[in-house]
């Protein structure tokens, strides 16, 4: 909120107030980490308190993100002999627990890193893909799979030396993302084209493609204990496939009016999108209903990625930072459809949706005038 006073005023209160304002902004900025360069992937280890970041800068960054510092850069300017501008543009940790880094650069190779002795170098694979790799997901402990920009999907096995498991030619433009549900051995590939395939990765066999919808899709989560897969597309639609039954969406929302670009479920009914305005919102999909702002960069969100814990949500942007945002609250929020009669009475579908959650580090004008209202009464009592 603005000062009352003015530009120059110089009170013993607006001094007080500005340093308020300082050490706030100092809390939300200890909730960011720079890094060298627009990030192009993110990645949560699963045994540490890590986090991967690759950029167009050519390097590869880990985030101790309890502490908000960078522990390790790979510069791959300072690392690679050749010419070429050797970048990765996806990664993921193995599931293995040994902090296994898989980076898919952009010369179509994959390097397996060793996160615990610094980043070295276990192996290369040369030719895993016949274009650059646009998106990355380990299927098991041995097992990974590449969606590159010409729509094939791949899937390697790390002990291989040559030949890849399978390649499977899914579309005719790029696979956004790759999902994977171990326990009924399928992936789902989100693809530009504006269709869902699904992979029997076994059989190595596309087994489904959804029909085609006028708009891309970028991301996908599972909900209602993964028997509905939500796809966020490229207009703000959220469409909802029952499980297996992928040729034709059964539901649909539709809150924010943006590209929505990156989907993590928080809890069995509850997801977080990332947008292209930048704003990271949290919805309600059983039943449908915006529930607010989490946080917001000022470019379009690229990435996100949820801690193994669930405390902890990352997002990139266009921007050279990685912010870190608190999930806990979500534990705690009502979403029945009394709870949200309720609030209806109260509060327009509008206003609920621009309200700022407790992670978003910003004050609602209603949460300000309630306060002063409180005020009031205790006033009136004394």
């Known amino acids: 909120m603005s000062s009352l006073g003015g530009k120059h005023s110089g009170s013993h209160d607006e001094e007080t107030d500005s340093a308020t304002n300082k050490k706030q902004r100092k ?50 300017g300072i690392e690679s002999n050749s010419d070429n501008d050797l970048l990765c543009r996806t990664l993921d940790f193995s599931l293995d627990g040994s902090d296994r880094l898989i980076a898919a650069m952009n010369d179509c190779s994959v390097v397996l890193y060793d996160v615990e002795y610094g980043m070295k170098e276990v192996r290369k694979i040369p030719g895993v893909s016949g274009a ?11 097992l990974f799979a590449i969606g590159d920009d010409c729509g094939s999907v791949y899937i390697w096995d790390e002990r291989s030396k040559e030949n890849e498991v399978a390649r499977m030619d899914v579309s005719s433009e790029s696979i956004n993302k790759l999902f994977m549900d171990q326990d009924s051995d399928t992936l789902l590939c989100a693809l530009a084209e504006g269709k869902l395939a699904s992979v029997k990765v076994r059989m190595s066999k596309v087994v489904s493609t959804s029909q085609e919808y006028d708009h891309a899709f970028n991301c996908i989560g599972t909900y209602r204990q993964r028997t509905k897969v939500a796809v966020g597309d490229d207009d703000g639609h959220i469409y909802f496939f029952d499980w297996n039954k992928f040729h034709y969406h059964n539901d649909m929302f539709k809150g924010h009016k943006e590209s929505i670009n990156a989907m993590i479920p928080i809890t069995d009914g509850i997801g977080v999108l990332g947008y292209e305005d930048g704003s990271i919102r949290a919805a309600s999909f059983f039943p449908h209903k915006s529930l607010g702002v989490v946080g917001k960069h000022d470019t379009p969100i690229e990435h996100m990625d949820i801690s193994p814990d669930g405390h902890t949500l990352a997002t990139s942007a266009h921007g050279e930072l990685v912010c870190f945002w608190d999930m806990d609250y979500f534990q705690y929020m009502t979403t029945s459809k009394k709870e949200s009669r309720k609030k209806k009475r109260s509060k327009s579908a509008m206003d609920i949706a621009k309200r700022n959650l407790p992670s978003s580090n910003e004050q609602n004008s209603s949460d300000f005038f309630s306060g002063l209202n409180a005020s009031d009464d205790e006033e009136d009592k004394d």
Do not use: Q, W
């Not at 980490?33 to 990030?39: E, H, M, N, Q, R």
């Not at 167009?56 to 390790?72: G, M, P």
């Not at 650059?132 to 041995?142: G, I, K, R, Y």
């Open 27 to 76: 809390k939300v900025l200890s909730n960011t980490v720079k890094v060298s360069g627009v990030p192009t992937d993110i990645s949560f280890a699963l045994s540490d308190d890590i986090i991967a970041v690759s950029t167009y800068s050519r390097t590869i960054e880990l985030i101790n993100h309890v502490a908000r510092e960078k522990v390790f850069t790979l510069d791959f």
């Open 132 to 142: 650059p790799a646009n998106c990355m997901t380990v299927l098991d402990e041995n």
